[in-house]
Structures are given as structure tokens and as C-alpha cells.
């Protein structure tokens, strides 16, 4: 006898059912996002083969806990079948792939739609479901996403663009299917029709790059990428070094500026044409801007960092020791907030990660289950969607779904 599919009730999104096809890192994030705060969420995999992201040791754990299990092959008649009878019971599906690949094999919104008029359905691609075939059809990873937006040649070295690590296109891409998945889910609930979104990975790249390039397309002007980890527009903006490790610090204001240029030597300066009274801003452009960076230089590297954050308290500086990953498990603030904490696999195995943001006071979120094995909860999930044991068992025989194994105590 199949076992009952079981999510415990917890968080804002308690009641929510959410499905979701995709591998590795953008789509499944939003999936992790939406597990984490409440919804029960059906993870399908293939049924002749997992994820590409098990393979790695460690990180699946944190990115498929709390996540249902369900390996089936869903372009096949049976499979197809038995997804749109699933789909009838959910709020959401999220699907990435190349483009318009759903519906190129016959799984079209309207499709989806006849089955549940109220679904939410996201699409998320590297390029959209539409606009030049070269494109729309072609794979995206992190990397392709910040090149083709105009994202990665605003980074990296004054020398050489660099990507943002890690994988910084696909965890933001994720937030914006969280949140669109979330906003259309609203007014379904005020109209009582679905939705389809359509979210590019080059296109949220885009709007994350908008900052500097805002300046060329309404003047020409582009800004030029980071010079040792400075910020490109503003002096006293950047990553600068101590006797003992890199710091950041973020020189803006009045009143900050009016009390650093005294202490590394320059207060003559102020109240000048260049440094007028209540500059908030030093920009790079200033024909002192160099002076500037090399009076912070010296004054920060003949410092211990201990010594530069008290100092820059005092002033109401913001400022940060660049930690390394060691340092934050132990450091106050996150022991203060329990910001990393501990769960089980299946098997039993205990991980550490990241816990839950953000917090939710009045409904609390939490991590109840670790990363399921392939195909762990597929008889559950298709009997909760009214098939029989033995039809279940049959449509294993074919191979057209899996039927994973719980390990001992799961």
C-alpha cells in the first residue's frame, strides 16, 4: 500500500501546491523558496534518470529540502495523463527549459489551463518564449545570461569582465519566479483565471545591470568596471586593506565625509569649490579623487581592522570586515539569529547550511524534511491523485515513472 503524502503545515504558504520541472539551480531555487515557506512542492524528475544537480556532494541538500520526490516521464501518453490530473490539483507550476519547449511537445498553457483554469504557470529560459528562433531556442546557463544582458562587462577588473559568482543569474532569476509566481497567484485569487509568465534570465539580468546603464543610453556615457575592487563612480566606496585582512567601507554622507578627510589628513580640503559644505558623494571625476583614495589607502593599511571599525563607528561610517566562510559560523550576529542550522537527510545523514530567510513572525517557516532520493514519493503523489496501487505498479513496469525507495526512518 502506497504511503500518504504528508506536508506539515507551517508558514505563509500553508496549503499551497506547487509543481515544478527543472534541473540545477534557477527554477529549483524558486521551488526551495516556496518549499521553505510552506508550500508543498512536487519536485518531477524524470523517470529514466535525476537531476543533473545530484551529482554534486553537497549542495543538493540545501536546494531540495522539504521538497516532494516524483519521477516520471511526462511527454509520454501515461505520464502526460497523469501530470495534467496532478495539475489539476495545483496552484502552481514552474517549468525551465529551452524556451517554448513545453508546448513544442504538446503541453501548451491552454492546455494546463482546460485542467485548471486557476493555475499560475511560469516559464523560465535563458531567453524568453519568443523572439528570435537562434535565440529562444538555445540553452542558458549563469554565465550566458550576464553576458548576453550587459551584466557581466560592468564587472570584474578595470582589465577584464568577470562573471558574478556564484551562479549569481540563476539565484536572481529564481527570486523573480518567486515573486511573479506570488504577485499573478494574488489576482488570481481576486478573478479566478490563471496566469502565464514568461521570465527571461537575460532580461532579469538586464534590469539587475540598470544602475550604471542608465547613463549610456540616456547620455552616452559608460561606466567603467572596478579598479582593486573600487566602486567605479564614488571615491571611499570599495574594498580597501588592513594590516591584518580587506575591509568595505561605503563613504556617504555629510556628516561621514566632513569627519574622514581630517583623519587621513586632508580636512583642508573641505569647504573647498571641489569639496563643498554637505557633500554627500565623492565622485570619481574630481580632479582630487586619486588624492582621496591614496590618504584611505595609507590611513586603512597602517590599521588592524579592530582598530578601522572603531574608528568608523565613531565616524557612523559603513563598514564591514570582508569575512571568509570559517569566520561566520562563529560570529555573534549569526549565532544571534541562527543563521546557519542542521536537518537530516532520508538516510539520516545530518547537513548544515544556510537557515531560512526571511523570517517570517507570525508565521514561522522551517525545514522538515532533507532532499528526497529519485523517485521517492512518486506512489504517494499519483495515489494522492486517485491511482491505484496496481495501476501505480504498472505504469512502474513500463518505465513510465520510477518508484524511489525511502531510506529507513524516512
Not at 506539515?8 to 534557477?26: D, N, Q, T
Not at 574594498?239 to 561605503?250: A, F, P, Q
Not at 569566520?327 to 550576529?333: A, K, N, V
Amino acid at each position: 500500500m502506497s504511503k500518504k503524502l504528508f506536508t506539515p503545515g507551517f508558514g505563509p504558504l500553508k496549503g499551497l501546491r506547487v509543481v515544478f520541472s527543472a534541473i540545477e539551480v534557477a527554477g529549483p531555487y524558486s521551488a526551495q523558496m516556496l518549499a521553505e515557506w510552506g508550500a508543498e512542492v512536487i519536485w518531477i524528475e524524470h523517470s529514466a534518470y535525476g537531476d543533473t544537480i545530484r551529482v554534486q556532494p553537497n549542495y543538493p541538500e540545501m536546494s531540495r529540502r522539504n521538497l516532494h520526490a516524483m519521477a516520471i516521464n511526462i511527454f509520454s501518453d501515461e505520464g502526460k495523463e497523469a501530470f495534467l490530473k496532478l495539475i489539476e490539483t495545483a496552484d502552481i507550476f514552474i517549468e525551465a527549459s529551452k524556451g517554448p519547449a513545453f508546448a513544442r511537445r504538446g503541453i501548451t498553457d491552454e492546455l494546463l489551463w482546460e485542467h485548471n483554469r486557476k493555475l499560475v504557470i511560469a516559464h523560465l529560459s535563458g531567453f524568453g518564449q519568443f523572439g528570435v528562433d537562434e535565440y529562444t531556442n538555445s540553452a542558458a546557463y549563469n554565465t550566458i545570461a550576464q553576458a548576453f544582458s550587459g551584466y557581466l562587462i560592468q564587472n570584474g577588473d578595470v582589465d577584464q569582465p568577470m562573471p558574478a559568482f556564484p551562479y549569481t543569474a540563476d539565484y536572481i532569476s529564481g527570486f523573480a519566479v518567486t515573486s511573479s509566481v506570488l504577485a499573478a497567484l494574488h489576482n488570481v485569487h481576486k478573478t479566478g483565471v490563471g496566469e502565464s509568465i514568461d521570465v527571461a534570465m537575460y532580461e532579469v539580468m538586464l534590469h539587475v545591470g540598470q544602475y550604471y546603464m542608465m547613463d549610456y543610453l540616456n547620455g552616452g556615457e559608460m561606466c567603467p568596471r572596478m579598479t582593486r575592487g573600487k566602486d567605479p563612480l564614488y571615491v571611499g566606496c570599495g574594498v580597501y586593506k588592513c594590516r591584518d585582512g580587506y575591509v568595505v567601507m561605503e563613504l556617504v554622507g555629510a556628516k561621514p565625509i566632513e569627519k574622514m578627510f581630517p583623519a587621513i589628513g586632508i580636512g583642508h580640503l573641505l569647504g573647498t569649490e571641489e569639496f563643498p559644505e554637505g557633500i554627500q558623494l565623492i565622485s570619481r571625476k574630481s580632479p582630487s579623487a586619486q588624492l582621496v583614495e591614496d590618504h584611505l589607502d595609507e590611513f586603512l593599511a597602517g590599521k588592524t581592522i579592530a582598530e578601522a571599525q572603531a574608528i568608523y563607528g565613531e565616524y557612523g561610517i559603513a563598514f564591514s570586515k570582508v569575512l571568509d566562510i570559517p569566520e561566520l559560523e562563529s560570529h555573534p550576529q549569526y549565532v544571534a539569529r541562527n543563521s546557519f542550522i542542521e536537518w537530516e537527510t532520508p538516510s539520516g545523514k545530518v547537513y548544515k547550511g544556510p537557515n531560512i530567510m526571511p523570517r517570517f513572525k507570525n508565521n514561522p517557516c522551517k525545514v522538515w524534511r532533507g532532499m528526497p532520493t529519485h523517485g521517492m514519493d512518486t506512489a504517494s503523489i499519483l495515489n494522492d491523485i486517485g491511482y491505484s496501487d496496481e495501476a501505480i505498479q504498472a505504469m512502474a513496469d513500463k518505465g513510465v515513472v520510477k518508484l524511489g525507495i525511502a531510506p529507513a526512518g524516512e
